[in-house]
């Protein structure tokens, strides 16, 4: 016998449905362009398959906080920075598999445990549901055994013959059968489960690697060469690439240089910190020259691809602990500048911070990833053949994105940096009725339509060019140009 159903019932059963089918539905938005890879039209940048450009926002998100022994508790409290992120436009986050929350192998050398991987298949549904992609960071370990590396957090000691495994120590890992043997069955195991999903931004071998096993040593780049080339294989249609530690002194250049020219590696990384005990003094200047000359630093080594600041932040002495400053920092002056500095000198994206739970959850800056993401909004690097430059002022340090169709420029105040505002109490002053000059920036007979974006007050105005100059409006910190034909 047929009932007739009224509207309001209905709409209450579609309302059953769509919440039952919404797992369905967030695969289906999660990847609605394709995989992600280095742009045809211009490598510098990264584009879907179907010719979208991607400008990844994003941070490192490693794994949950805490000490919660309950894996679903430990993922809801995942999911709200998760949820945080996407909020404010980011759209992509790094993840270390070998960490011991997700770490299948944390048993037996060989043996991958089904509850861990279960809780990877939650972490890529949570990731589809807010639209992120995630970077899979294969291995973080520096030693098997605390005799060879005393920092607990970086053991694998499954692997060590004390424990049952087969190997002695991770020079041995890295060069005998057995070793090489472990790593690619463990990467079997993620293609046969997940593929070259596009929720993957790519796969990244190993955190900071030269910190298994230095540059002078050859078996160190005969083994990336070869597990480039061999997670390739196995992942055809991801990004593939390797990290390096803290680019923090002079010696580390040519390591930097050889490594992200090599032919496997598709994506060029650098991480870099705030770090009062760094030899490299630059790892004391203001954070935005700390983040632009790193990626200055790896765009000179013309490696014909793609550049990402891919880890920074602020340190304590040499990396003993997250940086006083950033209790201080509420107002997220550091995560600004981590942001908008490398993609204006050049970058692929906006730079990632560390400390995702214990500064930018902590003081709630996720609204500086919209404020980023504003900026660039409708802006099609692929297209533009952006021309990067930056000049200094009386008053600025002057970063410039000159394009075929944009020029975009952000203008950071000299006189307002950590050193000022957070560690003398400096507030920021008020910049007003200054005039930049379009011929000292290099951007003599500029013209078109001017719009000013404070990121401070999410806030949009118009402007005008008159005699090469543009007036600006009243700001504090910095503000953002935009010039289009």
């Known amino acids: 016998m047929k009932q007739k159903i009224s509207f309001p019932g209905i709409l209450f059963i579609f309302m059953i449905l769509s919440?039952?089918?919404?797992?369905?539905?967030?695969?289906?938005?999660?990847?609605?362009?394709g995989h992600i890879g280095i742009s045809k039209v211009n490598p510098s940048y990264f584009a879907y398959e179907d010719g979208t450009p991607y400008i990844p926002i994003g941070i490192n998100m490693?794994?949950?906080?805490?000490?919660?022994?309950?894996?679903?508790?430990?993922?809801?409290?995942?999911?709200?920075?998760?949820?945080?992120?996407?909020?404010?436009?980011?759209?992509y986050i790094r993840v270390w598999l070998s960490s011991p929350f997700w770490d299948i192998e944390d048993q037996k050398a060989g043996e991958f445990r089904e509850e861990?991987?279960?809780?990877?298949?939650?972490?890529?549904?949570?990731?589809?549901?807010?639209?992120?992609?995630i970077k899979m960071t294969l291995e973080h370990f520096r030693s098997l055994s605390m005799e060879e590396n005393p920092q607990q957090w970086a053991v694998k000691s499954v692997y060590h013959v004390s424990n049952g495994g087969p190997l002695k120590n991770c020079r041995e890992y890295l060069s005998v059968e057995e070793g090489k043997k472990l790593f690619l069955d463990k990467i079997d195991f993620y293609q046969k489960r997940y593929g070259s999903d596009t929720l993957f931004f790519g796969w990244e071998l190993w955190n900071e690697m030269n910190a298994v096993s230095g540059p002078e040593d050859s078996v160190f780049f005969?083994?990336?060469?070869?597990?480039?080339?061999?997670?390739?294989k196995r992942f055809p249609e991801n990004?593939?690439?390797?990290?390096?530690?803290?680019?923090?002194?002079?010696?580390?250049d040519s390591l930097?240089?050889?490594?992200?020219?090599?032919?496997?590696e598709q994506v060029a990384q650098v991480h870099r910190y705030l770090d009062p005990g760094a030899p490299l003094?630059?790892?004391?200047?203001?954070?935005d020259v700390i983040c632009a000359s790193a990626v200055e630093k790896l765009t000179s080594y013309n490696t014909g691809k793609p550049v990402i600041l891919a880890e920074t932040g602020a340190v304590e002495w040499q990396h003993s602990g997250p940086s006083k400053l950033y209790p201080v920092d509420t107002a997220g002056i550091l995560l600004h500048d981590i942001l908008f500095a490398p993609f204006f000198s050049g970058a692929a994206g906006a730079g990632m911070s560390w400390h995702w739970d214990a500064y930018v959850a902590k003081n709630n800056l996720w609204y500086h990833f919209g404020r980023f993401s504003e900026a660039i909004k409708g802006i099609n690097p692929l297209t533009e053949n952006f021309r990067v430059s930056r000049a200094e002022t009386d008053n600025f340090r002057v970063y410039i994105l000159n394009g075929n169709n944009t020029v975009l420029i952000w203008l950071r105040d000299r006189n307002n940096n950590w050193q000022t505002e957070l560690k003398d109490g400096k507030q920021p002053q008020v910049l007003s009725g200054i005039k930049l000059s379009l011929e000292e920036a290099g951007l003599a007979g500029t013209s078109g339509k001017v719009r000013f974006y404070d990121p401070w007050q999410n806030k949009w105005e118009n402007g005008k060019i008159r005699k090469e100059a543009v007036m600006l409006p009243d700001f504090k910190r910095s503000l953002v140009i935009r010039i289009e034909n």
């Open 281 to 287: 003094k630059v790892c004391q200047e203001p954070m």
């Open 62 to 91: 490693i794994a949950p906080g805490g000490r919660s022994h309950n894996a679903d508790s430990a993922l809801m409290g995942m999911e709200q920075w998760m949820k945080s992120l996407s909020g404010n436009g980011g759209n």
């Open 239 to 252: 990004l593939v690439m390797q990290s390096l530690g803290s680019f923090d002194t002079e010696k580390v």
């Open 256 to 264: 930097y240089r050889r490594m992200m020219l090599l032919p496997g």
């Open 222 to 232: 005969a083994w990336n060469e070869q597990m480039l080339s061999e997670v390739k």
């Open 116 to 133: 861990k991987a279960q809780r990877i298949d939650k972490l890529i549904k949570l990731a589809s549901k807010y639209n992120l992609r």
């Open 19 to 33: 919440s039952c089918n919404s797992e369905i539905q967030v695969k289906e938005n999660a990847g609605p362009h």
